[in-house]
Nanobody, 116 residues
Framework: QVQLVESGGGLVQAGGSLKLSCAAS????????MGWYRQAPGKQRELVAQ????????YYANSVKGRFTISRDNVKNTVYLQMNSLKPEDTAVYYC?????????WGQGTQVTVSS
């Protein structure tokens, strides 16, 4: 059974930084594609960033490119999202997703609020 637990969210002023973490249990982390998604009130959930199983390939939404960095530690079974130069429009619940041949799993989400 895979369990994902996000942490690191909070309230920050515009221009500030936060680092989100997603700790995964289970056997499949190192072979899984990992992604960070976000959902703002009244909007659809969107992909923010994604990283391949070995960490060699990443993807970023245009809205966060140059400000956010996704990384992973396959020893600690953890994926990170470093968020810099935060904007009020980054306010959302951020979710971690794990995907592999073993299935798809989501965390419970962590709230990020950016004040202007």
């Amino acid at each position: 059974q895979v369990q994902l637990v996000e942490s690191g969210g909070g309230l920050v002023q515009a221009g500030g930084s936060l680092k989100l973490s997603c700790a995964a249990s289970g056997r499949f982390f190192s072979i899984s594609l990992m992604g960070w998604y976000r959902q703002a009130p009244g909007k659809q959930r969107e992909l923010v960033a994604q990283i391949s199983s070995g960490g060699g390939s990443t993807y970023y939404a245009n809205s966060v490119k140059g400000r956010f960095t996704i990384s992973r530690d396959n020893v600690k079974n953890t994926v990170y999202l470093q968020m810099n130069s935060l904007k009020p429009e980054d306010t959302a619940v951020y979710y971690c997703r794990q995907y592999s041949a073993a299935g798809e799993y989501w965390g419970q989400g962590t709230q990020v609020t950016v004040s202007s």
